[in-house]
């Protein structure tokens, strides 16, 4: 029995320093305050000045290009805020469209980009189209489907003809112009004449 008591004294000294070891990195572990899950807000986390980006198509051809001022990203929405933007898109059998306004937020993986403030955009005109214009306050422009509307009152310059109307919407693909509720239409007589069909007519037939 003498033989096994230091044994037994050296097992229970074990025992108690195992127990005394987990005892303080428990209490240390609850004594210590925890970082708290990190909370999701609207703020930038990068930003970049006279920035240029480009996207495109899955040949790999450049269709749409956003320049600006000064850029910041909020990775709650993983959403660009712009100063100062400019735009332009090329989608292939498509007349090339610019835009411009004093600031505009690119979200949806740059499929959707919102011009506000002195919101403008324009197509190209060629020997078979008149050039075509745009204007409002806030502009929307779907980049995927070359798509620009809005639902504030907005002008539209077709050659020399004026149309004004709240809510808009132009398909640069069809041409097809599609003003919500037009206030005032003015066709120039050096414009051919258009058709009238619940304020939706073909814009290069708008001529």
Do not use: C
């Not at 930038?44 to 001022?69: C, H, K, Q, T, Y």
């Amino acid at each position: 029995m003498r033989d096994r008591l230091p044994g037994l004294i050296a097992l229970v000294l074990l025992l108690l320093l195992v127990a005394g070891t987990w005892w303080a990195a428990d209490y240390t572990h609850r004594s210590i305050l925890q970082d708290p899950p990190r909370r999701v807000t609207h703020e930038p986390d990068s930003w970049a000045r006279e920035f240029v980006m480009l996207r495109s198509d899955p040949n790999g051809r450049a269709i749409n290009r956003l320049e600006g001022d000064y850029m910041v990203h909020y990775p709650d929405d993983d959403s660009y805020e712009i100063t100062q933007p400019r735009a332009a898109g090329q989608q292939d059998g498509a007349p090339v469209t610019t835009g411009t306004a004093d600031m505009a937020v690119m979200d949806q993986d740059g499929a959707r980009i919102v011009m506000r403030g002195n919101a403008r955009v324009n197509r190209q005109g060629d020997e078979e189209r008149m050039p075509l214009e745009v204007t409002s306050e806030t502009l929307t422009l779907l980049t995927d489907e070359d798509v620009v509307l809005t639902d504030e009152p907005a002008v539209v310059l077709h050659g020399n003809s004026v149309m004004k109307g709240n809510g808009m919407r132009y398909d640069n693909k069809t041409r097809q112009l599609q003003v919500h509720s037009a206030s005032d239409v003015k066709i120039s007589g050096r414009d051919r004449r258009a058709p009238s069909n619940n304020n939706s007519a073909d814009a290069d037939k708008a001529q």
